[in-house]
T-cell receptor, first 113, second 111 residues
Framework: ETGVTQTPRHLVMGMTNKKSLKCEQHLGHNAMYWYKQSAKKPLELMFVYNFKEQTENNSVPSRFSPECPNSSHLFLHLHTLQPEDSALYLC????????????FGPGTRLTVL | QQPVQSPQAVILREGEDAVINCSSSKALYSVHWYRQKHGEAPVFLMILLKGGEQKGHEKISASFNEKKQQSSLYLTASQLSYSGTYFCGTEKRNSGYALNFGKGTSLLVTP
């Protein structure tokens, strides 16, 4: 399945670094999502973008900053992260809303040193 | 707000049936089911909407009891490919979108 792609697939960064995760969907969808999946926690929905507008951020810390320049691209800008932010970050898209089928990308495995 | 899944883990022989439950303490708008294999991204299985509409595309069935705020996923005649971790996500529709996931049920199907 190559409908949703994510880069990079792996990222190691220090706490003072600034990096960005990229997600691109080729499915013509209007909604895109960022999820965080940690080893010992349930899947967490971080951000929802619908028609390029953010509709939900679920109280995510400000060191995570999303950007959605168009309905096909989604970024997650990272700065001054903590070791506990190490996780698998998944991007997903759906046609219009959360009640449509979501298609996930392969994820970015992030390690914060 | 996190839904509770049961059982936490189950081991089946190929061809056997299984039921995975997902319960919430809050009124729900929809319930989502996903399966994730080790090292892979989650794959959508099914969405059940308040009012009875069901969306899905695999040979797996599910129920949604709105009064009990509970959903069950039914895996019949299990195949080896069914192995993985099953997550339910529950959605409330208040002032925005919120999707909360359970901790997952690990399913292993053996030959």
């Amino acid at each position: 399945e190559t409908g949703v792609t994510q880069t990079p697939r792996h990222l190691v960064m220090g706490m003072t670094n600034k990096k960005s995760l990229k997600c691109e969907q080729h499915l013509g969808h209007n909604a895109m999502y960022w999820y965080k999946q940690s080893a010992k926690k349930p899947l967490e929905l971080m951000f929802v973008y619908n028609f390029k507008e953010q509709t939900e951020n679920n109280s995510v810390p400000s060191r995570f900053s999303p950007e959605c320049p168009n309905s096909s691209h989604l970024f997650l800008h990272l700065h001054t992260l903590q070791p506990e932010d190490s996780a698998l970050y998944l991007c997903a898209s759906s046609q219009d809303s959360l009640t449509d089928t979501q298609y996930f990308g392969p994820g970015t495995r992030l390690t914060v040193l | 707000q996190q839904p509770v899944q049961s059982p936490q883990a189950v081991i089946l022989r190929e061809g056997e049936d299984a039921v995975i439950n997902c319960s919430s303490s809050k009124a729900l708008y929809s319930v989502h089911w996903y399966r994730q294999k080790h090292g892979e991204a989650p794959v959508f299985l099914m969405i059940l909407l308040k009012g009875g509409e069901q969306k899905g595309h695999e040979k797996i069935s599910a129920s949604f009891n709105e009064k009990k705020q509970q959903s069950s996923l039914y895996l019949t005649a299990s195949q080896l490919s069914y192995s993985g971790t099953y997550f339910c996500g529950t959605e409330k529709r208040n002032s925005g979108y919120a999707l909360n996931f359970g901790k997952g049920t690990s399913l292993l199907v053996t030959p």
